[in-house]
T-cell receptor, first 117, second 112 residues
Framework: EPEVTQTPSHQVTQMGQEVILRCVPI?????FYWYRQILGQKVEFLVS????????KSEIFDDQFSVERPDGSNFTLKIRSTKLEDSAMYFC???????????????FGPGTRLTVL | SQKIEQNSEALNIQEGKTATLTCNYT??????LQWYRQDPGRGPVFLLL?????KEKRKERLKVTFDTTLKQSLFHITASQPADSATYLC???????????FGTGTRLTIIP
């Protein structure tokens, strides 16, 4: 069964450093998402991406964050200058798009645990 | 303000019984509602999606209902097994935007 994959599974970085989290969405999907989950808290939406541009972003997704689809398979999240509070699990998700005029379900990857020291 | 609430943080159910989890929301107009399972340290795994014009969906031992008047979804696991122990998340997608908004989850433990 096709699945979303993410690398690395765990990333440790120093405060102020840049990190890039990588995702390979399901191959025929058109919509891509990043979410994060701080330990013990709920899953929070960061950004959605369609047709090579951001379609929606949350207030968490500030100028320190950017997303890119550099080729036909990868989808990346970059944090320019990490802060302690960026420590969280980051999940990539993808969906096929519309089914009968309505949004389709989102499938999540296993996550990258980001630890900022 | 908008809220998604899941009935309890933790729920213990005897093996073989039906587990029922509740998701209530306020100030949303959901296009659909999804239920996910999450195991510790893992990503959410999609279980079921129910659209705003549907009352009930089933998949094997799982059943979801959706009442847009009560603003509530119920998630049932029948003939529960210890392997069903996990955190279950409800999430809804509002009409007119892209983001899936999650509840805080219910940690379900099935006791042998």
């Amino acid at each position: 069964e096709p699945e979303v994959t993410q690398t690395p599974s765990h990333q440790v970085t120093q405060m102020g450093q840049e990190v890039i989290l990588r995702c390979v969405p399901i191959s025929n999907h058109l919509y891509f998402y990043w979410y994060r989950q701080i330990l013990g808290q709920k899953v929070e939406f960061l950004v959605s991406f369609y047709n090579n541009e951001i379609s929606e972003k949350s207030e968490i997704f500030d100028d320190q964050f950017s997303v890119e689809r550099p080729d036909g398979s990868n989808f990346t999240l970059k944090i320019r200058s990490t802060k302690l509070e960026d420590s969280a699990m980051y999940f990539c998700a993808s969906s096929a798009g519309f089914a009968g005029g309505l949004r389709d379900e989102q499938f999540f990857g296993p996550g990258t645990r980001l630890t900022v020291l | 303000s908008q809220k998604i609430e899941q009935n309890s943080e933790a729920l213990n159910i005897q093996e073989g019984k039906t587990a029922t989890l509740t998701c209530n929301y306020t100030n949303y107009s959901p296009a659909y509602l999804q239920w996910y399972r999450q195991d510790p340290g893992r990503g959410p795994v999609f279980l079921l999606l129910i659209r705003e014009n549907e009352k009930e969906k089933r998949k094997e031992r799982l059943k979801v209902t959706f009442d847009t008047t009560l603003k509530q979804s119920l998630f049932h696991i029948t003939a529960s097994q210890p392997a069903d122990s996990a955190t279950y998340l409800c999430a809804l997608l509002n009409f007119g935007n892209e983001k899936l908004t999650f509840g805080t989850g219910t940690r379900l433990t099935i006791i042998p």
